[in-house]
């Protein structure tokens, strides 16, 4: 057996010997795991939440009448429940509309990008509407139909300005992966406990390591929604 490493009083000999299995699992035998299903999970979640997201706010900012309010009502409910709930419904809900089997990972990601659509909604609604009304008064001057006016003229200008909070989003996102630890999908958070399970007396260690990893993630992530927010008030006076 190996000598054990110690840092600040903690023996962190756990951590190096299991650390090709916390950060990829057994994706050698075809399984993904670990860290990179974490991020993959975040990065697929992300894409169909803004898909979703600035889809509806497109829809919202159209149709001004119902349609706007069921898709706000939708939003409201969605983001009044806790995120776990939507994970067991569509885990275990969606594979009875299917009459099949669905890969647990996939449930989660929907589940994740189900949620954090309504907040994308609700982002890219307020960034439009924070846009000056003149903007959609020339468009519709020079002959747009209002849909030509929002995807030319409005969305380019308050999608760069929405970067930091989507990144936000992100960030949120990688966080939020940890809960598919409930329905046993081998992500980095399930994979920590089970290294815990078997080892059983290094929990500090283990646990400790796996913060810190997700709080470098995050960090990493909010600096870069912070430089790009910064660059871009810098942009607005420039374009002035």
Do not use: H
Request: glycine share 8%.
């Amino acid at each position: 057996m190996a000598d054990p490493v110690e840092f600040l009083g903690l023996n962190i000999s756990v951590i190096v010997d299991n650390l090709p299995y916390l950060l990829w699992g057994r994706t050698g035998d075809g399984e993904i795991g670990g860290l990179l299903l974490t991020l993959i999970m975040a990065v697929l979640a992300g894409v169909l939440s803004l898909a979703l997201g600035i889809g509806g706010a497109v829809l919202a900012w159209l149709f001004p009448g119902p349609i706007r309010r069921i898709l706000f009502l939708w939003s409201d409910f969605i983001r009044g429940i806790p995120l776990i709930f939507v994970i067991f419904w569509l885990y275990f809900i969606v594979p009875i509309f299917l009459g099949g089997n669905m890969p647990d990972s996939i449930s989660v990601v929907l589940a994740l990008a189900w949620f954090t659509s309504a907040a994308v909604l609700y982002t890219t609604f307020a960034g439009l509407a924070a846009l000056p009304k003149g903007q959609s008064e020339a468009g519709i001057a020079f002959g747009f139909s209002p849909l030509r006016v929002l995807l030319l003229v409005l969305l380019p200008q308050a999608l760069p300005n929405l970067v930091p909070s989507f990144v936000g989003v992100f960030v949120s996102l990688i966080k939020d992966t940890s809960l598919a630890f409930i329905v046993n999908v081998p992500e980095f958070t399930t994979l920590a406990n089970q290294v815990n399970n078997r080892t059983q007396i290094y929990p500090a260690e283990i646990f400790l390591f796996t913060g810190a990893v997700y709080f470098v993630l995050c960090t990493a992530f909010s600096v870069v929604a912070d430089w790009i927010g910064r660059r871009n008030s810098r942009a607005v006076p420039a374009a002035a």
